[in-house]
């Protein structure tokens, strides 16, 4: 491992004069390239100096331990020793999962799509709810919504919603969340005061540069309409909603959001990418499932992932048993707790794998 983290040390410093040499900086792809190389290194760079650090202050310590010391001081330095060792241990495995290959995917923007299923207007409502409290988290991170396309009911649910999360680490942060979301309280639209049990499902897909997936122009048909709101009734005279098919996969995506036919094909061209990515990325994956199948989920939108329970301001995750009895918070966008602790398991999960190699 130290061999590796000394060879990582000297890549950053060789990026580090690269990235300030003035020829390079002369190339912008160039450097655009050794900055994004040199930012991708800089937190291991940084917490191996640091252990490399507690090490020396360590042997430091051991060394003073050997010399005749006062009671007092030796007491003193015995007790900053034990403080450097627990450290030593907490940044060997901070650097254990640094280490970890990277999701190619982690850095991108995320395309979101939120669906009302088993509950009727109740579950179109929650579905509300949910789009809510993913544009919440967005915004305490500081990410960018871009809304693409939005299906509404008459009582302000939401029958279907995709939009984009523009943001560093969007996906890295939120593609443990694609799954069956699944709701318990007395509906709004109950007077009886039963408790009901609705569902919606998320999808989470990386967006896709252009690069990464062809498409043939051949290979779709596009359709422009009117654009509608909610109820059905037509908010726009004019043919600005755009409505593309993939022929090959019959995907089919719409846009409507935007009074531009240009921006809206635009858009759905970004959301039939990410799909397509997704496709080709889940076939990849189905080959290898038996090895890759992680405690906290597949991935798979027919899962059923986390419950939302009213009656007890409950919010349970059944991939990882954690229950937390904040749910009000969790619907403004607190998910930083659920988030985290499924990196956790997820990276103890791919150490432990690492370990039995």
Same mark, same amino acid.
């Given at each position: 491992?130290?061999?590796?983290?000394?060879?990582?040390?000297?890549?950053?410093?060789?990026?580090?004069?690269?990235?300030?040499?003035?020829?390079?900086?002369?190339?912008?792809?160039?450097?655009? =390239?050794?900055? /994004?190389?040199?930012?991708? %290194? &800089?937190?291991?760079?940084?917490?191996?100096? &640091?252990?490399? /650090?507690?090490?020396?202050?360590?042997?430091?310590?051991?060394? %003073?331990?050997?010399?005749?010391?006062?009671?007092?001081?030796?007491?003193? !330095?015995?007790?900053?020793?034990?403080?450097?060792?627990?450290?030593?241990?907490? %940044?060997?495995?901070?650097?254990?999962?640094?280490?970890?290959?990277?999701?190619?995917?982690?850095?991108?923007? !995320?395309?979101?799509?939120?669906?009302?299923?088993?509950?009727?207007?109740?579950?179109? #409502?929650?579905?509300?709810?949910?789009?809510?409290?993913?544009?919440?988290?967005?915004?305490?991170?500081?990410?960018?919504?871009?809304?693409?396309?939005?299906?509404?009911?008459?009582?302000?649910?939401?029958?279907?919603?995709?939009?984009?999360?523009?943001?560093?680490?969007?996906?890295?942060?939120? $593609?443990? +969340?694609?799954?069956?979301?699944?709701?318990?309280? !007395?509906? @709004?639209?109950?007077?009886?005061?039963?408790?009901? @049990?609705?569902?919606?499902?998320?999808?989470?897909?990386? &967006?896709?540069?252009?690069?990464?997936?062809?498409?043939?122009?051949?290979? #779709?048909?596009?359709?422009?309409?009117?654009?509608?709101? *909610?109820?059905?009734?037509?908010?726009?005279?004019?043919?600005?909603?755009?409505?593309? @098919?993939?022929? *090959?996969?019959?995907?089919?995506?719409?846009? =409507?959001?935007?009074?531009? =036919?240009?921006?809206?094909?635009?858009?759905?061209?970004? !959301?039939?990418?990410?799909?397509?990515?997704?496709?080709?990325?889940? +076939?990849?994956?189905? $080959?290898?499932?038996?090895?890759?199948?992680?405690?906290?989920?597949?991935?798979?939108?027919?899962?059923?992932?986390?419950?939302?329970?009213?009656?007890?301001?409950?919010?349970?995750?059944?991939?990882?048993?954690?229950?937390?009895?904040?749910?009000? &918070?969790?619907?403004?966008?607190?998910?930083?707790?659920?988030?985290?602790?499924?990196?956790? @398991?997820?990276?103890?999960?791919?150490?432990?794998?690492?370990?039995?190699?």
């Amino acid at each position: 491992m130290l061999d590796k983290l000394d060879s990582l040390e000297q890549r950053y410093e060789e990026l580090s004069n690269l990235i300030a040499d003035p020829e390079v900086i002369n190339d912008r792809a160039r450097w655009q =390239q050794y900055v /994004k190389a040199h930012a991708e %290194l &800089e937190e291991i760079v940084g917490v191996y100096r &640091e252990y490399k /650090k507690v090490c020396r202050d360590i042997r430091e310590a051991k060394d %003073l331990l050997r010399e005749k010391l006062e009671p007092d001081f030796r007491e003193l !330095v015995e007790t900053e020793l034990e403080a450097q060792e627990e450290k030593k241990e907490e %940044l060997e495995h901070k650097l254990k999962v640094l280490l970890l290959p990277r999701d190619p995917n982690d850095e991108k923007n !995320v395309i979101m799509e939120i669906r009302a299923g088993t509950g009727g207007e109740e579950a179109a #409502l929650f579905a509300a709810d949910l789009f809510r409290m993913y544009t919440r988290y967005a915004e305490r991170q500081g990410w960018k919504i871009d809304l693409m396309n939005t299906s509404y009911t008459d009582l302000g649910g939401i029958k279907e919603v995709i939009f984009l999360i523009e943001g560093r680490g969007a996906y890295s942060r939120l $593609k443990f +969340e694609s799954g069956v979301h699944r709701v318990q309280r !007395v509906p @709004t639209t109950e007077s009886g005061g039963r408790i009901h @049990t609705s569902a919606a499902t998320v999808a989470v897909l990386p &967006e896709a540069e252009e690069v990464e997936v062809e498409i043939n122009p051949n290979d #779709l048909r596009i359709d422009v309409f009117c654009s509608t709101g *909610p109820g059905g009734q037509s908010v726009n005279t004019t043919q600005s909603a755009v409505r593309i @098919t993939h022929l *090959p996969t019959g995907i089919v995506v719409s846009c =409507q959001d935007e009074k531009s =036919q240009h921006k809206n094909k635009e858009k759905a061209m970004r !959301v039939l990418r990410a799909r397509l990515l997704d496709r080709l990325q889940e +076939e990849q994956q189905q $080959k290898i499932a038996s090895a890759r199948r992680s405690m906290v989920g597949t991935g798979d939108r027919s899962e059923r992932i986390r419950t939302y329970n009213f009656p007890q301001n409950r919010v349970t995750d059944h991939r990882i048993g954690l229950t937390i009895h904040r749910l009000e &918070e969790v619907l403004m966008g607190e998910l930083d707790e659920i988030i985290d602790a499924l990196v956790t @398991t997820d990276q103890a999960r791919r150490l432990q794998q690492v370990d039995n190699a």
